[in-house]
């Protein structure tokens, strides 16, 4: 059984007759002065001008909406007053965009000043001073998901688990979850550092009939090889020494709840045999200094950025459930949206952030500093190899290095950011040929961030380089 199997066959997303068709769309990243509209996306389906207003009705106007599973809630055009109102003519094609800057505003592709432009998925679009735009395929519409309450919360804001992204892939996240959480059995989650692993685990356990019990978490690579039974499944009294307390261990205290064991992936193979027994339906162990058998009612959750295959497979095969945690590089649309809530956490941590930074929202709301809008666009463009991490260490070092009204970049994270962003073709990729790129793209079903990856490429933008020195076209998913 595959790893997407227990959790994803169910989705809307997959079920027959339940797809939809896909377009190239717009994603706002940043807006000068309404930070609110950060997220929305807009369709280009035909030829259409984007602009300020509504325009004379003479041609097609790109509008924009709050899109969520079986919902899409119009909100307009672009109201920013240094747009013009005919700024930008858009025709799609295949896998696509021709853009043409008509209006007064400049235009930057990738951070280079155009007149013209052909766009990708993944590329960025910024009109200087007033928005910046990522393209992005989506499907036009998204099914409604078989859930009461799922989008009962604040567009673009963190779930009630804490999940933050508006992103297709975040809300299949979001489903695949629900799903594991309604099956209570052990699951295992897979995804790279930082993705959000725990806050997965977390949200499956608040969702599930287990959310009145205790949650118990453990990062499982801490374990000394000598005591894993003692704190795995506790200890007697007076055991190993006369005077010893008794010690329920983690197995025992998640009874009736939930235990996650955190870098699972870490534990060598024996110590993955530790656990067997309790994995097995029933959750038997024994505490150490006891002779007789316990048993605890408890669900396991498994996280490890390992691949699955390299667990013990009769351990592995103790999760029926298993689901990955999609990396920034596979919801790019997302990172906007965490960026204001890491300035939110920092401004707990750190309250003379207030002083040295005006809010774009004003002293008496969440505080959102001013940003250059060439920051967003290199952390679009960047792989962020560690997540949210390297996210947050990017906008930590921003804030050091700013000293004006605006949080911005200064030469070396320009040049950090930029690097990771264009990748070196020299290092990357020479020793491709055009078959290989095409079998790794129709591999990954036209996904530049699976291909890439499956090529050892360090990311997309290093693929499409090589793309474009092969003459290869692009793969729609």
Request: aromatic content about 4%; some cysteine.
């Amino acid at each position: 059984m595959d790893d997407s199997t227990q959790v994803s066959h169910e989705l809307p997303w997959t079920r027959s007759g339940a797809r939809t068709l896909g377009a190239l769309h717009l994603v706002i990243a940043w807006h000068a002065h309404a930070p609110e509209r950060v997220g929305q996306s807009a369709a280009v389906t035909r030829a259409c001008v984007l602009g300020r207003g509504v325009g004379d009705g003479s041609e097609a106007r790109l509008e924009f909406a709050r899109q969520r599973p079986g919902q899409l809630e119009p909100t307009g055009s672009l109201d920013c007053k240094r747009l013009s109102r005919t700024q930008l003519r858009l025709l799609p094609g295949p896998e696509r965009l021709s853009i043409h800057n008509a209006g007064r505003c400049r235009l930057f592709h990738n951070g280079q000043l155009c007149g013209s432009a052909e766009a990708r998925p993944g590329d960025v679009l910024t009109l200087e001073d007033s928005v910046v735009l990522l393209v992005e395929e989506r499907k036009r519409m998204w099914p409604e998901l078989p859930y009461e309450g799922y989008c009962d919360f604040v567009f673009g804001e963190a779930d009630r688990s804490g999940i933050v992204g508006e992103s297709e892939a975040t809300w299949r996240l979001r489903e695949q979850l629900r799903a594991a959480a309604e099956a209570d059995a052990h699951a295992l989650i897979t995804g790279s550092s930082g993705s959000g692993k725990e806050l997965a685990g977390r949200a499956i356990h608040a969702w599930s009939r287990r959310a009145q019990g205790p949650l118990v978490a453990r990062n499982a690579a801490t374990f000394p090889d000598t005591l894993i039974d003692a704190e795995l499944f506790g200890s007697s009294k007076n055991f190993p020494n006369v005077g010893a307390a008794e010690r329920a261990g983690l197995v025992g205290e998640a009874d009736g709840g939930t235990l996650i064991l955190d870098e699972v992936g870490e534990l060598p193979s024996a110590q993955q045999a530790h656990l067997l027994r309790v994995l097995d339906a029933g959750g038997e162990y024994q505490r150490l200094g006891e002779s007789r058998t316990r048993r605890s009612n408890l669900r396991v959750l498994g996280l490890t950025n390992r691949a699955p295959e390299e667990l013990k497979l009769d351990f592995l095969a103790r999760f029926p459930i298993r689901l990955r945690v999609p990396d920034l590089a596979e919801r790019p649309s997302d990172i906007p949206l965490l960026m204001r809530w890491i300035w939110r956490e920092l401004a707990s941590e750190q309250p003379e952030l207030r002083e040295r930074f005006p809010s774009i929202r004003g002293a008496d709301t969440a505080w959102e500093p001013l940003v250059e809008p060439r920051l967003v666009e290199l952390l679009l463009r960047s792989e962020l190899a560690h997540n949210t991490r390297e996210l947050e260490r990017m906008l930590r070092a921003a804030l050091a290095h700013s000293g004006g009204r605006y949080v911005g970049v200064n030469t070396t994270l320009e040049s950090e950011l930029m690097r990771d962003a264009e990748g070196d073709l020299e290092a990357s990729g020479l020793d491709l040929d055009s078959d290989t790129i095409v079998a790794a793209l129709d591999a990954a079903r036209g996904s530049p961030t699976r291909a890439a990856r499956s090529l050892g490429l360090r990311n997309r933008h290093v693929l499409y380089r090589l793309m474009k020195k092969h003459g290869i076209e692009s793969r729609g998913a």
